[in-house]
């Protein structure tokens, strides 16, 4: 099991040294990202190994969620390596892809903890970006600050959990959780720590923006749900009710402010970065809920709000990059243009896609939980859809004279390929949600030990 | 307890040094001195472990200065990040204390079998790193910051039974990449100061 972490991890340190050789560099990214994809889809779920006392497990969720975000990772690199050249981005996109690997397979909550505040670190080195005419610097080192807080502060708090004798007075345990809630809030970006992600969205470069939004924010998410399912605390946010509502609270402020920023948004980027945050705090709620199908609607949004993410932010790039310093229009990318709009599909959760069980679950179960909950969440996907279309309608504005494919459109065919994806899996959603339904399962199972 | 004295002066030391290659020498002094606090506890490999990084850290940050005036003056910070770190400590001290009731024995040198010791050290040593990295204009106190708060959290993992050897080695590789980042957010903002 930990042969494609060290597979991914040797892979990024011999594409640091071949990195300015990005004809190399590329296809050497992409063989070794193959290659941990297939390692992992070859190996049997429930396959475990130990290194020095940590134990690895290949969970059906973590064997699904490896293949969605590795594969998000593949994208993007053929993207950087064909159409817009940034060499630093190898290395990361290999690093990333073994914290990643490492986060989902680990089973010490310490340890998935260590590895996701790795995998949020490496890609400062891609976010910064011709510092001397952008504020890509002030974005990453506010990212920087923010991830180093959240991850020291988390990981403390975790690691006192598991110190501290059980008799301690409730009010230290609602501390510890609170604290690893909002630790867990300033990774993810939920609104009102969102700010180094609306910087983030305008200054750095759209693949990079991409392997933060697309799969280091899903990962992030996954590794909070296995984290309260393996440390024993799941028990605790029961009998203390505050921790749920400060949960539901988070959940409900990112789902409608993130809506609410998105509808306000004229830069493609932010529309994104916005709804991937208003998704995520559907998914809080999802999570928030306690129920199986709340868990099973918040991890299924959080991976294909992921998918969707990396397929519009990847076209929004083609599309700045084409139209230069005029607004991006479709004259100038129209494959590109197509991508975008259909990843809108998959942001607002609409069937027939893989998109739309998640959202459905989530709305269905805050209904059940109180009608302001679910009303708050159908008023965020509404927020998600205007959002979306004016965006679309904004790429569209002008009608180009002839349709023209752009030339090297790897973004759009991209795009495409994602969205080909998303609608397979809506026509055959069990094999999507079956290995979430497993986790549900651990997952209410630690909730209520035996 | 002179150890937890040792951490306490070295962040002092490092909160107040204007140039980034002091703040680097007094940040490998508060590791050394928070490594010798968990003591019998930890194995000779686990503090090899960490000394190593801790070293490679400080020279990280010794080289990206370039050279030996580069710094941020930290003015009103430091009294600002000292306050807040001495109330913070004493406030999580007071709601996070295990409250197992033991006997509590403090000698000058020598073992810490209650943890109380640690816990005291890792607190100041996230405190002020909190402190640090809020109060931070750029990326030479922000990392400074990040490297304290990760040595706090390093004390407190310590105290958590399970793999420590394997815990030590990832702790460690967390502590060189967050150097490592810092080291080129530096050189970057060095790269905006001067022109």
């Not at chain 2, 922000?142 to 407190?156: K, R």
């Amino acid at each position: 099991m930990t042969a494609p972490i060290v597979l991914l991890g040797v892979g990024a340190l011999v594409a640091f040294a071949i990195r300015k050789r990005v004809m190399i560099a590329g296809p050497f990214t992409v063989a070794a990202l193959l290659a941990a994809v297939v390692f992992v889809a070859s190996l049997d779920v429930g396959t475990t190994t130990d290194f020095l006392g940590l134990q690895f497990r290949l969970s059906p969720l973590a064997q699904l969620a490896a293949a969605v975000l590795l594969l998000s990772i593949l994208a993007l690199v053929l993207v950087v390596w064909i159409d817009e050249p940034a060499y630093n981005f190898f290395p990361t996109a290999l690093a990333a892809g073994a914290a990643v690997l490492a986060i989902l397979t680990l089973v010490s909550p310490i340890a998935i903890y260590g590895a996701l505040i790795l995998a949020l670190l490496v890609p400062v080195g891609s976010f910064t970006f011709q510092v001397h005419r952008n504020r890509s610097y002030e974005a990453a080192f506010r990212h920087f600050s923010f991830v180093v807080l959240g991850g020291c502060l988390g990981l403390s708090a975790l690691a006192l959990s598991g110190s501290l004798p059980r008799d301690q007075p409730p009010a230290t345990f609602v501390l510890l959780l609170a604290i690893i809630v909002v630790a867990f809030a300033l990774k993810l970006a939920a609104i009102p720590f969102h700010t180094h992600a609306a910087l983030l969205a305008m200054e750095v470069p759209a693949t990079a923006l991409a392997l933060y939004f697309g799969v280091l924010v899903p990962a992030t998410f996954i590794a909070f749900a296995e984290i309260l399912t393996l440390s024993g605390l799941l028990p605790a946010i029961i009998q203390i009710a505050k921790v749920q509502d400060l949960l539901l609270a988070l959940g409900a402020l990112s789902a409608l402010g993130g809506a609410f920023l998105a509808t306000g948004s004229t830069e493609l980027r932010r529309v994104v970065a916005y709804s991937v945050i208003a998704n995520l705090g559907q998914a809080l709620i999802g999570i928030a809920t306690l129920s199986g199908a709340g868990i099973v609607g918040a991890i299924a949004i959080t991976l294909v709000t992921g998918a969707g993410a990396t397929q519009q932010l990847l076209a929004a790039g083609a599309l700045e990059r084409r139209s230069g310093p005029d607004q991006p229009s479709a004259t100038a990318a129209p494959l590109a243009a197509l991508a975008f709009v259909i990843g809108g599909f998959a942001m607002i959760g609409a069937p027939p896609l893989v998109a739309f069980p998640g959202h459905f679950f989530v709305e269905l179960i805050a209904f059940s939980y109180s009608g302001a909950l679910g009303t708050a969440l159908v008023l965020s996907t509404l927020g998600i859809l205007i959002a979306q279309l004016r965006a679309a309608i904004a790429i569209f504005r002008v009608a180009p004279d002839h349709w023209r494919v752009e030339s090297r459109p790897v973004a759009g065919v991209v795009g495409t390929l994602l969205f080909l994806a998303l609608l397979l899996g809506g026509m055959q959603p069990d094999g999507f949600l079956r290995p979430i339904a497993a986790f549900a399962d651990e997952f209410i199972r630690a909730l209520r030990p035996l | 307890m002179l150890m937890l004295g040792l951490v306490a002066v070295g962040t002092l030391a490092a909160n107040g040094a204007a140039r980034l290659r002091f703040a680097a020498l007094a940040f490998f002094g508060v590791a050394l001195a928070a490594q010798l606090i968990a003591g019998p506890a930890t194995s000779v490999w686990q503090a090899t472990l960490s000394a190593t990084a801790a070293l490679v850290c400080a020279a990280i940050l010794f080289i990206a200065a370039r050279d030996g005036r580069y710094g941020e003056e930290p003015g009103w910070r430091l009294w600002v990040a000292t306050i807040v770190a001495a109330g913070t400590t004493a406030a999580a001290f007071a709601f996070l204390r295990t409250t197992s009731g033991e006997d509590v024995h403090l000698t000058p040198l020598g073992e810490d079998p209650s943890g109380l010791i640690r816990q005291a050290a890792a607190f100041w040593l996230l405190s002020s790193g909190v402190a640090i990295l809020l109060t931070a204009r750029g990326a030479v106190r922000g990392s400074l910051g990040a490297l304290l708060m990760l040595t706090g959290t390093q004390i407190l993992v310590l105290l958590v039974p399970g793999p420590q050897l394997a815990l030590a080695l990832m702790l460690a590789w967390l502590q060189v990449v967050v150097a490592l980042a810092g080291a080129f957010l530096i050189l970057n903002e060095r790269a905006l100061r001067e022109t």
